[in-house]
């Protein structure tokens, strides 16, 4: 089992910053991508970035250029960097863990990104 926690949500202007952190623990040994998630309510929940094990990432349309995913192996935790928020932006994003074919999920935090 792996578990996920997550922090950094909260509420900023739009243009401005925020950091999410998620830690992984439990079978950490045996992850291999790792990714950032948001979900609307009603919707289904889509990809923001994606990092491989060897720090090859992937990224929704419409993030690229604002958000970067990075992450620290030696601390187990996977960063995502949003710069330049938009309203938009405004949903709960979760941290997603793969091992195998298995995903583990994170509790989700709220991002608001006020106008």
């Known amino acids: 089992q792996v578990q996920l926690v997550e922090s950094g949500g909260g509420l900023v202007q739009a243009g401005g910053s925020l950091r999410l952190s998620c830690a992984a623990s439990g079978g950490i040994f045996r992850i291999n991508a790792m990714g950032w998630y948001r979900q609307d309510p009603g919707k289904q929940r889509e990809l923001v970035a994606s990092i491989t094990s060897g720090g090859r990432t992937n990224y929704a349309d419409s993030v690229k250029g604002r958000f970067t995913i990075s992450r620290d192996n030696a601390k187990n935790t996977v960063y995502l960097q949003m710069n330049k928020l938009k309203p938009e932006d405004t949903s709960v994003y979760y941290c997603?863990?793969?091992?195998?074919?298995?995903?583990?999920w994170g509790q989700g935090t709220q991002v608001t990104v006020s106008s």
């Open positions: 997603n863990a793969g091992v195998g074919f298995v995903g583990y």
